[in-house]
C-alpha cells in the first residue's frame, strides 16, 4: 500500500534554478494539494486540484506552478527558486475534497535553495 | 480575519497522565474540525473528525471535544506514553477544499 509517494526526499537548488517536486498517489482520489510547511508557520496551502486537468490557488502559490494530467500525478513546479522557498513540501490527497474527508500525506521533500 | 490557535509552547507530562491539548479558532463557524499527528521528518496523519453537531467524539485512548459556543476544541491522550511523542495539528474547513491547518502543539511524554 505505497498511499502518497513524493520524491525527492532532499533538494538542494541554487538561487534561479527551477525543479519539479513528484507527488504520486495511487487511492484513486480525486483531490491533490501541495502545501509547505516552515517552523512557527504550519501548514500552508499552495494549490490543489478537484480532478484531473483542474487546479487552482491555495494561500500562497506566487513562485509555484502545477499542473493535472492524471488522476495519479500532481507535480509541483518551482520556476526560479528563491531562497524564500527554503521549506518542507507535502502532498496530500483525500477521495473527492470535501471538507469532512481525511488528508493522507506523503512523507515530505526538504528543499533548500542557497 | 479568521484564526486557527495552537499553543505553541511543548506540552511536557509524565507517563500515564492524560494530555490534553487546545485549538480555538476565531471568525468563524466550522462544520468540521479534524486532529492529526505529525511526526518529526514525517507527513500529518489523521486522528480523528469532528462534526459540529458533535460534542466528543472517543477513538481507544483518545478523546475530542468540540465546543462551538466556546470556539474550542480539545483533544485527550489518556494513559500517555512516550510513544505519544508528537506534534498534533488540528484542522477546520475554512475554505470550500481541504482543512486549513493550525501551528500545531508538540507533545512530549516523559518516561
Known amino acids: 500500500n505505497a498511499g502518497v509517494t513524493q520524491t525527492p526526499k532532499f533538494q538542494v537548488l541554487k538561487t534561479g534554478q527551477s525543479m519539479t517536486l513528484q507527488c504520486a498517489q495511487d487511492?484513486?482520489?480525486?483531490?491533490m494539494s501541495w502545501y509547505r510547511q516552515d517552523p512557527g508557520m504550519g501548514l500552508r496551502l499552495i494549490h490543489y486540484s478537484v480532478g484531473a486537468g483542474i487546479t487552482d490557488q491555495g494561500e500562497v502559490p506566487n513562485g509555484y506552478n502545477v499542473s493535472r494530467s492524471t488522476t495519479e500525478d500532481f507535480p509541483l513546479r518551482l520556476l526560479s527558486a528563491a531562497p524564500s522557498q527554503t521549506s518542507v513540501y507535502f502532498c496530500a490527497s483525500s477521495s473527492t475534497g470535501a471538507t469532512n474527508e481525511k488528508l493522507f500525506f506523503g512523507s515530505g521533500t526538504q528543499l533548500s535553495v542557497l | 480575519s479568521q484564526k486557527i490557535e495552537q499553543n505553541s509552547e511543548a506540552l511536557n507530562i509524565q507517563e500515564g497522565k492524560t494530555a490534553t491539548l487546545t485549538c480555538n479558532y476565531t471568525?468563524?463557524?466550522?462544520?468540521?474540525l479534524q486532529w492529526y499527528r505529525q511526526d518529526p521528518g514525517r507527513g500529518p496523519v489523521f486522528l480523528l473528525l469532528?462534526?459540529?453537531?458533535?460534542k466528543e467524539k472517543r477513538k481507544e485512548r483518545l478523546k475530542v471535544t468540540f465546543d462551538t459556543t466556546l470556539k474550542q476544541s480539545l483533544f485527550h491522550i489518556t494513559a500517555s506514553q512516550p510513544a505519544d511523542s508528537a506534534t498534533y495539528l488540528c484542522a477546520l474547513d475554512m475554505r470550500s477544499y481541504i482543512p486549513t491547518f493550525g501551528r500545531g502543539t508538540s507533545l512530549i511524554v516523559h518516561p
Open positions: 471568525n468563524y463557524s466550522p462544520a468540521y
Open positions: 487511492m484513486n482520489h480525486e483531490y
Open positions: 469532528i462534526r459540529e453537531n458533535e
